[in-house]
């Protein structure tokens, strides 16, 4: 419950939000972003797939894949006096993989080649784990070209944190492995050999699919021979900022089983993969004061005159599912709390309503920031 | 109920967090009550309906007995494919070959639509009544735990567009085979599961919309899930907003405007989806299977 967020993020730049689908990942990011820009920081946020309305409510309606300041005119009237800079974008993947093909193309037709090729989208995203490595090349590029004070970035909804930690690993592998290895020997004894049986195994595959991608996967492989060396620099870079001092993970959970299980998951790999462990945001948690937790019968007893028994009982029953709920959360926040060594974790309450204006995001801020 | 029961496949969808897993564990109970040899088919790589179940020590791609009727698996890609491959081959020596080479890893994974093709391929063997699986049972139903909404129609489209992709082969007369089945209303049912919440109720909506589109299939039902009880009528919340001083009254209210909320949001469901959607509640103690499968043989009746 206590804690400011201002005061954890206190000399880091990147601040990545993780955690599973559905718990608020993008509205605590864009919370996080209006209120360190508030405060007098130039702060970009990167989200993935924000709700239509909160894009609409910061008049980003028609955003690309870079970053745009939010007009402090739209947010004076909620009482925000914008100190620094607010910018947002919304990530897309493929526009910022392609982007990148493009800058480490040595000429326009290996990048044509590799662009315009059947099942480049397709091994972009399968083996390089493209939206994630993307948003990392996106914050890569964002943290040295664009000036900023702090950079907030909204994870994909990845069922698999791994593949956001591994991303620059995965891709590296994949550049410097063996099969790809194969494609870049045209000529030698090892090349026929190994030739040979690449193409057994092309045959049997398409053989059994009817898709000949041997011509397509060696195109492809050829024209990204070009762009090994500036891929590797690049994934080593973007590993290095993962890891930098700098660079802090925030784990949002909401506190129900499977955000819960995500959340610990994730925090092992955090540290198996010896990057920061900033915070745990506990999201929409069902938190009661004292003078709510009073006995149901008594509740019942109380308002029986009043209210009729009736209606009386209602109210009492619904304190008990109230106080069910706000116990198996407080359940679910300690065993967060024991399994990530966080004994104080942010705990953000259930809001009235959802949060997808301004306002709303406000509110969480005041939240994050332990003034709510 | 009996008309869903009746199908073969069930696959149930829904935005990440709207409890998608839980509902299609529920709904597997229903029909292992009803008599039906079911298996739960969970798509996503990560053992949550196993979870639910608490389905202990066994390897994912098992088909795994939880209870009477009632049984698990977990589709991961690699698995279906070393499996098709082992049938297909013929020989076993030859599937291993393929199946440790790295190339082929990598050219299986980066063939478009391979995944998801696998995936389904797998759904499309457990629903067969004559299974592929040497000395497997036929099961009456498969329940589908598919992946988040947008996925979810895109590993159902995967056998049409690889089949439309592929010049010939076997993959793509097999692939030709399972669309029929996964594109026929009478042998397979899409149901969405939501929240009533802003999001998740317009990513419904888009749903049935591309359902239509990428495989002429309406969205059989929508599941309202985690819904707080609507407890007070206009009058009695007048009536409650006279002592609102007393904390648990103003709780109380506070949960009334929570329930009025949703009632917009399922209006809108019912708007943007032409259909009444089944209504779960929210279980305060944490959800119970057994009572998720009673709510669901009532509203589903």
């Known amino acids: 419950m206590t804690g400011d967020i201002g005061e954890r993020l206190e000399g880091k730049r990147i601040c990545i939000v993780a955690g599973s689908g559905g718990v608020g990942k993008t509205t605590a990011s864009a919370a996080l972003a209006l209120g360190l820009a508030a405060a007098g920081k130039r702060v970009a946020v990167v989200t993935i797939d924000p709700a239509r309305r909160l894009a609409d409510a910061l008049g980003l309606d028609a955003l690309g894949n870079e970053p745009r300041m939010v007009d402090p005119a739209v947010l004076e009237p909620h009482g925000i006096e914008m100190r620094g800079e607010l910018w947002a974008m919304m990530l897309d993947p493929k526009a910022t993989f392609d982007g990148l093909i493009a800058k480490l193309a040595p000429d326009a037709a290996t990048r044509d080649d590799v662009l315009g090729n059947r099942i480049y989208a397709q091994l972009s995203n399968a083996i390089a784990g493209s939206q994630e490595f993307s948003a990392v090349a996106k914050l890569y590029e964002l943290d040295r070209d664009g000036d900023y004070d702090a950079i907030v970035l909204d994870t994909p909804p990845s069922r698999n944190a791994l593949d956001f930690l591994d991303a620059p690993d995965r891709l590296t592998d994949f550049f410097e492995g063996r099969a790809l290895k194969l494609f870049l020997v045209p000529t030698g004894i090892a090349a026929r050999v190994m030739g040979a049986g690449t193409s057994v195994v092309f045959g049997i595959l398409k053989k059994l699919t009817g898709v000949n991608l041997l011509d397509d996967v060696s195109v492809l492989f050829r024209a990204m021979g070009g762009l090994i060396d500036g891929f590797r620099e690049r994934a080593t870079a973007v590993k290095a900022l993962l890891a930098d001092p700098a660079t802090t993970f925030l784990i949002v959970a909401s506190p129900e089983r499977e955000p819960v299980a995500e959340a610990i998951f994730f925090h092992q790999k955090l540290r198996e993969a010896r990057m920061a462990f900033g915070g745990l945001i506990v999201n929409r948690a069902v938190v009661l004061d004292d003078d709510e937790r009073a006995d149901p019968d008594a509740i019942r007893a109380q308002l029986r005159d009043e209210l009729g028994d009736a209606l009386a009982a209602k109210v009492a029953q619904s304190a008990q599912d109230l106080q069910l709920l706000a116990a198996r959360n407080a359940e679910a926040i300690a065993r967060l709390t024991s399994a990530l060594d966080e004994p104080d974790p942010i705990v953000v309450p259930r809001l009235d309503g959802e949060v997808q204006d301004i306002d709303g995001l406000l509110l969480l801020y005041r939240h994050l920031a332990g003034t709510g | ?301």
């Open chain 2, 1 to 301: 109920m009996s008309a869903l029961l009746q199908r073969r496949l069930l696959v149930v969808t829904g935005k990440g967090g709207v409890g998608k897993t839980t509902v299609a564990a529920a709904l597997g109970l229903v029909a292992a009550r009803a008599g039906k040899r079911t298996i739960v088919a969970e798509v996503a790589q990560r053992g949550d309906v196993t979870s639910v179940f608490d389905r202990e020590g066994s390897r994912p791609f098992e088909e795994v007995q939880l209870a009477p009727n009632l049984f698990h698996i977990s589709i991961d890609p690699q698995d279906a494919l070393e499996e098709y491959l082992r049938d297909q081959l013929p020989s076993g020596a030859v599937a291993q070959v393929l199946i440790r080479s790295k190339i082929f890893a990598m050219v299986a994974a980066a063939t478009p639509g391979m995944r998801e093709l696998l995936t389904v391929g797998k759904l499309w063997e457990l629903a067969q009544m004559n299974r592929r699986t040497p000395g497997a049972d036929a099961y009456d139903l498969v329940v589908v735990d598919a992946p988040a909404t947008g996925h979810g129609v895109a590993v159902l489209s995967a056998p049409r567009t690889f089949a439309a992709a592929a010049g010939g082969g076997p993959v793509a007369r097999q692939g030709k085979i399972i669309d029929a089945m996964l594109s026929d209303p009478e042998q397979i049912a899409v149901i969405a599961v939501a929240k009533a919440e802003e999001l998740a109720v317009t990513e419904t909506g888009a749903l049935r919309g591309s359902l239509k589109e990428r495989m002429g299939l309406p969205l059989e039902r929508v599941i309202a899930n985690m819904l707080d009880p609507d407890r007070f009528s206009p009058r009695e919340a007048t009536r409650l907003r006279a002592r609102a001083d007393h904390p648990a009254v103003k709780r109380a209210l506070r949960g009334h405007q929570r329930a009025l909320r949703q009632r917009a949001q399922l209006a809108r469901l019912r708007k943007l989806t032409g259909q009444a959607p089944a209504r779960l509640a929210l279980h305060p103690g944490g959800p119970d299977l057994e009572r998720l499968a009673d709510e669901l043989e009532e509203q589903l009746s």
